[in-house]
């Protein structure tokens, strides 16, 4: 017969090496940061919002986002959450599909007709703000930001 002690053993030692690599997955995802986007005073209860991310001037130029996301205007507070960023600068741009079309409205001369923001509430000035107008930094942890749609 097998004594207790040692069917424990190696079941112990194989839990403590689980342990050990399931630690440092979890203390790394605490690298990342998450980020709570903020919609407040929005003049229409309708549609959504959708939101673009994006992780450097390129990417801003080019309209790549390095995510995106939906928040209904509806809500009491209108709110989106980006999970599991990696600290860096990123901008965001937003616009409320009032229509529900999937795109931004545009009058005939290509202005914007529904409501639209830059995270930092960056300006426009004769197309969308610099991407260094809009940038903030995101580390670790929570991070927010409102925005304010036009």
Do not use: C
């Not at 639209?116 to 260094?132: E, L």
């Amino acid at each position: 017969m097998i004594p207790f002690k040692t069917l424990i053993s190696p079941l112990a030692l194989a839990l403590a090496a689980a342990a050990a690599f399931i630690a440092p997955a979890a203390h790394a995802q605490d690298a990342f940061g998450d980020l709570t986007l903020t919609f407040p005073a929005l003049a229409s209860t309708s549609g959504k919002i959708m939101i673009a991310v994006y992780g450097s001037p390129q990417g801003w130029s080019s309209g790549k986002p390095v995510r995106v996301a939906m928040a209904s205007a509806a809500d009491a507070a209108p709110a989106a959450k980006i999970v599991a960023l990696p600290p860096g600068t990123y901008a965001v741009r937003a616009f409320q599909d009032v229509d529900e079309n999937g795109k931004m409205g545009v009058n005939p001369f290509g202005l914007p007709v529904e409501p639209y923001g830059f995270s930092r509430d960056a300006q426009p000035n004769m197309g969308p703000p610099a991407f260094d107008a809009a940038a903030f930094a995101v580390k670790a942890g929570a991070n927010a930001q409102a925005i304010h749609l036009k």
